[in-house]
C-alpha cells in the first residue's frame, strides 16, 4: 500500500480519493474547502494545512482541480508541493486541462528535478464513486508501471495512451468529439421531429450507417485510412445531399449550424478539385486546410 | 413474376435493374442513354422509347433519378409515365430527392387517380450490384405488402418508414447526420495528428464513449429523451472543454469550422439559462430555438 | 411615350406600374391577383387576362415576380408572353431570382429570336411609391440606352452594370453582404451592451475605422488590391483579438456564430503560411480556398 | 512637462514613447529588449534595470505590452511598479488585453491604493510614428483629464469612452467588427469574381447601400433602435436572398462560412416568429439568444 496526498476533493475527487482509502492506501489530502476534507478526514484521511504538507512524505501526489492555473499554483506556489516533495515521489495531474500547460507543468517539474505525469480520466462521477473510472495514463513506461497499482483504487480500465502529456491530448479529442457530435445529433433529431418522422425509424436506419457508428471504424479504413480516394460516395453528392438538407431544414425554421458549417468544408473540397473522391477525402481536406501535406 | 417498368439506368438503376430481371421479372427499360439501355436489352429487358411506352402494362413503375424535377417530369411531361399508366399500377420512386418534392409528387399522382411511394435505398453501388441495398418503404402498409417481392430483388433489408414520403425523410436524416459527421471526425483525426497523438490510441478511447457510439443510445435515453435533465456532465462543463479544444486547435492552426459553431450552440444554451443541465439537454435547446416548445 | 405590358403587380410592382402610367406610358398589366389589377386599371391601365394577352402589341415587357420559376413560367407557359411577343419588343425582368436562371430564362429567349435584359432594383418599397428606386440596369449597351426613358419613369438613379445578368449578379452581391452584415452588426452590439459600453462611444469610434466604414475602400485599396501584403495590421495578431472577443462574448454568454466562423477563417489563413502578412491577405486566404489562383 | 515612465518598446511602444521625449516629456523606459531600450536612451531616455526602477518617481505609468498576463507581472511580480509606484502617480495601460482582465489589474491596483486607467489606441503603427494615434481613454473623468496633456503627445484624437475599462471594450467591439468584417467582405468580394462581375461595379452599387455603408447609421436608427419593426425589408425575404446567394456560392465553389452561419440566424430569427419583422429585427434575436430580454 502507498502513501498518497490527494489535492482537490471536488465532485469527482471527494469519491476518488475515498476509493483510495477503501483500498488500504493512507492518505493526506487538501483542499479549500474544509467541509470536503473533514468528510475525508472521517473515512481516515489525514487532513494537511497546505498542499506543501499534504506532499511530505508521499511516494504520490494526485492533483484534481479545475483548471491548469490551479494545479500550477498548487505545485510551485508558497507552501506548494514543490516545497516539500520528495525527488523520489510521483506527481499524477488527473485534471482536465490545456494540454499544452501539461507539457509545461511537466517540463517545468521535469527542470526542478521531480518526476510527473497526466492521468485524466472518462466517464461520469457515478463512475467514480463506484470506482470504474476510465484512466488515461499519459507518461514514460516506468511511470505508467509504477502508478497502475494506485490508479486502479480509482478505475477499472487503464489505457496507456503512449507518453507523457498523451492522457490529456486523448481526454481532449474524445471530449471534442462527443460535445461537437451531442450539438450535431441534436440537429438530426429536431430536424427528424419538423419532418414528422418517426425517431425510432431513424434511429433504426442509423444505427446500420455510418450516422450512428461513425466513421472512424466504418467509412474511413478501407478509403481515405488506405490511401484509396476512389469513391464509394462521391464528395459531390454527399454536397448536394446536404444542401436538400439544409433547405428543408431551412424551410422548416431548424437551425443547423454545424450543418450549415459542414456544406462550406464540403464546398472546399470541391473548390480543391475533390468533388468527385470519396467523401472520406474530406480528412485528406481538412488536412490540408490545417497546414498539413497530403500523406 | 411481375411486370417492371424501370426508368433510370444509372450507376445505381442499371444493377438494380439486372438484379429485377435475375429474379425472373419481366421488364421494360428507359434512359436517355441508349448505351444504357442497350446494356440491359442484352440481359433481357425490353427497350421503351419513352416513359409512356414503358409504363405501358406494368403492374410496378421504378424511378430512380438524379433529383425530383427530373422524376416530374418522367411522370407527367409529354410521353411521360402518367399517359399509359394503369390506375392498378404502383409507381415506387427510389430516387434520393427533396422530400417536400416527394410529397407533391405523392399527391399530384394521387389526384389524378394514381399510386406512388417512395422507397430510396441505403447502402452503396456495390451493394446495387449485390443485390443487399437496404429499402427504406415509404407508403401505406399496402403499398409496402405489395411491393415488398419486387423490392427484394434489389435489396436484401426492408424497413417500413411508417407511411407515405418518410422513406425519402428517413434518407435524408440519415445522410445529413452521416455527411456532417465525416466533416467533424476529420476535425477531431486532424487534431489528433497536430497534437503528436496516435490514432489508434484515440480510437480505443472513443471506441467506449460517445464520441464513438454516438449519443442516441448512450447519453440520450437516459437523461433528456425520458425528460431528466439534471447533470451527468454539465453544459457549463462541456462548454469550457470545448473551448479549450479550439483554443488548442487555434494554436495548432488546426481549423475548426463544426467545432467553433457547436461551442456557440453551448454558449446559447447558457445564455437560454441550461448551463447547469445535462449536456444531453443541447436537444432541447435545439428544439427551442427551431421554435418547438420543451416536452 | 412606349407601349408597356406589366407582369407583377406586388409590393413592388404595383407603384413601379403606376409611376409608368403618371408618366403617361401607355401599359396594360396582369397579375393573378385581380384586385391589384382592377386598381391599376382605375389609374389608367388596360387590363388583360394573361401575359400573352398583355404582351400583344408592347414595346417592352416588364416582370416583377417572386422567383425564376414564375418568371420562366409567365414567359414559356400556355399563353405566356412569347405567344405574342414581338421580335422587336424587349423583355425587362425586374425580379429578384437566382443569377443562373436569369442567364438560362435569357439564353432560352435568345435562342426564340427574342431580346431579355434583367434589371432588379435597390432600395425600398417607399422608394418604388416615390419613383426613386436604384435601376440596376444589366443588358447591351443598346438594350440599356432603350430601356432608360422607361426604366427612368420608376427610378432616379440608373447604374450600367456592364452586360446582360450583370444586374441580377450585382442585386445578389449587394444583398448578400448587407444581409450578412446585419447579423455580423447584431454581433458586435450586443457584446457591447453585454459589456455595459455605450453603443454611442463604440459608434464613434466605429464611424473612423473599417469597423464602421468597411474595407473595400479602406483598407484593401493600398494593400491587397495593389498585391502588398506587408503588414499594416497582422493576420496573427488579428486572429488573437478576434480570440480575445468570442473568448470574452462566451463569457458573457453572447452568442457569436459569426465571430466564430470568421476566427476559423483566419486559423485556416495561418495554417496557410499567411500569419505574418496584412489582414487584407483574407482576400487571397478566400480566393485560394474557392480555387482561385493568387494574383 | 510630466516625468514619465514608460514599459513595453515594441512595434508600436517605440514610436510612442519617442513621441513623448520629443515633446519634451521626462522618460524612463523599460524593456526586455535591451536593443529597443539603447536606441530610446538614444533619443534621450533614461534606462531603467526593472520596472520598479522605472516607475521610481514617475508621474504616469505607460505600459504597452503583449497581453494581460505581462501586465499583471509587470505591475505585481518581485521588482514590479508597485515597488516604486507613487500613490500620486497614474498607470496608463494602453496595451490590448483581455476586458475582464483590465477590471481586475484596476480593481487590484485599486485595493493597494494606486490609480490606474486604460487607454488602447487605435489605428497603425505608422500612426504611432507620427504621433496621430486614436486614444480610447477609459477612467474617471479626473484621469481623463489628467492625462490628456500626455496623452495627447502620442495621438491626434482622444475620446472618453465613459469609464474605468471603457477603453479596452471599445477597442475590443472595433476590432471584433473589423476583422470578422474584413473576411465577410471577402467572400462577397470572391463571389463577385466568381461570378464575373466587375469589382467596380460592385462597389459603385454598395457605396450606396447598407452593404457598403453599415447597419448602425442607416437601416437601423429609423427601426430598430427606436422600437419599430414593421418591415422596410422582411427578414423572410432577407432569408430568402441569403439562400440564394449561398446556393449560388455552392455552385461556384466559393466557400461562404460567415454568411452560411449567418443564413442559420435569419432561420432562428424565422423560427422565432420573426420572419415578417424588419431585418433590423436580427438585433433583437440575437439579443434574445444572449438572454437580454426584449426592449
Not at 108 to 135: C, E, K, Q, W, Y
Request: neutral net charge; aromatic residues 4%; proline residues 4%.
Amino acid at each position: 500500500m502507498a502513501v498518497v496526498a490527494f489535492i482537490g476533493l471536488g465532485q469527482m475527487g471527494s469519491p476518488m480519493a475515498s476509493n483510495l482509502l477503501k483500498q488500504g492506501h493512507k492518505l493526506s489530502v487538501f483542499d479549500v474547502n474544509p467541509d470536503a476534507v473533514q468528510r475525508l478526514v472521517e473515512k481516515g484521511a489525514q487532513p494537511a494545512s497546505s498542499p506543501a504538507q499534504a506532499a511530505k512524505g508521499a511516494e504520490f501526489i494526485i492533483t484534481m482541480l479545475p483548471n491548469g492555473d490551479v494545479v500550477r499554483r498548487i505545485l510551485f506556489a508558497e507552501k506548494g508541493v514543490c516545497e516539500s516533495l520528495s525527488k523520489d515521489a510521483l506527481v499524477i495531474d488527473m485534471s482536465t486541462i490545456h494540454p499544452l500547460q501539461t507539457d509545461q507543468l511537466i517540463a517545468d517539474m521535469h527542470a526542478r528535478g521531480f518526476s510527473m505525469m497526466d492521468v485524466p480520466v472518462g466517464r461520469t462521477s457515478d463512475n467514480a464513486i463506484a470506482g470504474t473510472l476510465l484512466l488515461l495514463a499519459g507518461g514514460s513506461a516506468e511511470q505508467v508501471e509504477r502508478s497502475t497499482p494506485v490508479l486502479m483504487a480509482m478505475g477499472n480500465e487503464l489505457i496507456n495512451t503512449g507518453g507523457p502529456g498523451m492522457g490529456i491530448r486523448v481526454k481532449l479529442i474524445n471530449n471534442y468529439m462527443s460535445i461537437a457530435l451531442n450539438a450535431l445529433s441534436a440537429e438530426a433529431a429536431v430536424l427528424c421531429e419538423a419532418l414528422g418522422l418517426s425517431f425510432d425509424v431513424a434511429l433504426k436506419v442509423m444505427s446500420g450507417t455510418a450516422a450512428g457508428k461513425g466513421h472512424f471504424t466504418t467509412t474511413w479504413p478501407g478509403k481515405v485510412l488506405k490511401g484509396d480516394l476512389s469513391p464509394a460516395f462521391m464528395i459531390d453528392l454527399a454536397h448536394k445531399d446536404l444542401g436538400i438538407a439544409l433547405d428543408v431544414a431551412n424551410h422548416l425554421h431548424v437551425p443547423m449550424p454545424l450543418g450549415a458549417a459542414s456544406r462550406e468544408v464540403y464546398n472546399q473540397a470541391r473548390a480543391a478539385g475533390r468533388g468527385r473522391e470519396d467523401w472520406s477525402a474530406i480528412l485528406e481536406q481538412v488536412r490540408n486546410s490545417a497546414g498539413l501535406s497530403s500523406k
